[in-house]
Structures are given as structure tokens and as C-alpha cells.
């Protein structure tokens, strides 16, 4: 059976092969090899699912500001059918004048731990030397390169899976104020990352309708059934789900008062826009958000509502009650 490849290592392979090369790759040549989609084709996957995966990976990554460039007939630029792509690095790289302090580096380096500590693995050489044959110039210190990037959630992978292959999924969900969890099902459709926390978009089928689950408060492990469901229905949902959060994250809002030149200030800043009293914050979820201001401490204070605030000064009694101790 041919390795699964998740489809975050595919879109990484996808960056640095299209960077490595100054004309281009077909599609064809993408999907006979580079790792990700060599698999599935050696694994029988059929064609037209490939260069689907192909182009939601493209889509993927534009919308992420990735320079996809899509190069065309030189005299006919409107036909496609052998366009090649590549990612133009003078479009992608670092600005020359930029510079980073020693304290910018450290950070840098603690991030760059989420990566393989072999960079050359033998997938990533079996590529440079594909490509090279193709007669493409390939930087070797930069494919060489092969992420691994993981996630907290234990849900992540099999809804991950079940995406990608179209089915059916169930799960324990323990919803805020609830003793005890539901058994949801779900046609999963997309995974986003959202406010810092993972979220899963899809059709709840008890519900009939489009519903969005946080990942942290599944319980338990998600069963991908054998059902299956229409594929075309992930077409645009990744978009759909983000709508749908940023319309709550509207509606709803907190006033704090936010200490200046504190960890809080740093956090809540990036989202907030100032007031006369303090800053208002935007927020999808109560709970989550109470979670996070109790962690801040004396840093924050909730002006309004009320009910977000009574939320953190629970959890901050509840945290004081189980630390008798500290209050000596």
C-alpha cells in the first residue's frame, strides 16, 4: 500500500518544486512526481481525481498568498491545456533589506522545530533527482526540505482523511453547559483554522444542515464510516465555513480594559479596535474567549457583557479554589 501523504506535506512539496523551477511544470509532470500526488496515482487513483486535488491545492494556496503563476500558450495565452506553473521566488522571497534581530532569530528557530530534523530525506532526494531529469534546474537545500506538521487535536487526522475521501464521520460533541456529549454525524467538508483553533465545517445529517464543530471539544475518537457522500459538495466550503464565523464574530463583541505593554496588550491588540473606554474584540465563541481572558489574569478586565464576564471571574474563583495555597 503507497504511503499516505497529508495534504499539508503535498501543498509543501507542491511550493518548493514549483519555486525550483524558472519555466515550469506541466501538470502532468506535478502529478507524476511530486510526493503527494505520485502516490495516489501509483495507488490507482484516476486522473481526473488527481488534477482535481491539483487544483484545490493551486486554489489552496493562492488564497493563502502564495504566487502561483500559471503560464500559458506563448501565442495563444488562453489556452491551458499545456500551461505550466511555477512560483516566481523574486515574488516570494524575503525582501533583501529585511533583517532580523537576535531575539526575531531565536523565535524563528523555535518554529523551525515543528520541521523534520532530516531535511534530506530520500522522498525529497527521489525529487530533486525527478526533476532534474525533466531537464529542470532544482535547488537542493530547498527541497531537501520536508516538513512535518502537527496538531494537537486528536480529530484532526481521521476528519483530515475523511475530507479527502468523501465520507460519512461520527463523533461524541460536548457542547458548553452540557453534562454529558451528543453523538453527532457529519458529511465533513472542510478544516480551518480560525481565532487559533481548529474547527471542522460540514453537513450535520440529523440536522440537514451546514453546521461548524471546534475541534477541542470532541470526545473521544471520530469514526469514518463507509458511507460516502457527493465530493462537489467541498467545492467552496472552506469559504462557506470562514463566511459563517466571521458573520458571528460580527454579532458578537466584547469592551475590555487591557493593560498597556502586557502579554494580554500583545494577544487581544492584533484583533481589537480601539474605544474610549478600552478595545472592542470580536469573538465566535463565549466560552473560548472567557477561556483565554481568564489566562491573562489581572491583565484584563471585561466591561461588557456581562455574561462574559461573570464567565471569567468563575474561572478565575475556580482556579484561586483549586490553588488554596497561593492565597497565603
Known sequence: MATRIPPEERQTNLVVALMATEVGLTKQQILDNISGYRQRAEAGARPDALEKMFERDKD???????????????????????????????????????????????????????????????????GVRKIRALGIDGDEPIIGFAPRITTREAAFIPLQNAIESSRVVSFDYLKPGE??????????????????RWHVYGIDIDADDERTFLLSRIVGEVTVTKRSFDAGLRD??????????????????????????????????????????????????????????????????????????NAVVSRLQATAAAHPERGE
Open 60 to 126: 489552496e494556496l493562492r488564497a493563502l498568498g502564495v504566487p502561483v503563476e500559471t503560464i500559458g500558450d506563448p501565442t495563444d495565452p488562453n489556452d491551458l491545456r499545456e500551461a505550466r506553473y511555477r512560483i516566481p521566488k523574486a515574488e516570494y522571497d524575503l525582501p533583501a533589506d529585511v533583517e532580523f534581530s537576535a531575539a526575531e532569530l531565536a523565535v524563528l528557530t523555535l518554529a523551525g522545530s515543528v520541521w523534520s530534523a532530516e531535511s534530506s530525506s530520500a522522498d525529497a532526494q527521489a
Open 236 to 309: 467552496g466550503a472552506g469559504e462557506r465555513a470562514l463566511a459563517g464565523l466571521e458573520a458571528v464574530a460580527a454579532r458578537n463583541s466584547a469592551l475590555l480594559e487591557i493593560t498597556p505593554g502586557t502579554e494580554a496588550s500583545l494577544r487581544l491588540g492584533r484583533r481589537a479596535r480601539s474605544e474610549v473606554q478600552g478595545y472592542r474584540v470580536p469573538f465566535v465563541d463565549m466560552h473560548i474567549l472567557a477561556d483565554e481572558l481568564a489566562s491573562y489574569g489581572p491583565e484584563v478586565r471585561v466591561v461588557e457583557p456581562a455574561a462574559l464576564r
Open 179 to 196: 453534562q454529558s456529549p451528543g453523538r453527532r454525524q457529519i458529511e465533513p467538508l472542510a478544516l480551518l483554522d480560525y481565532e487559533a
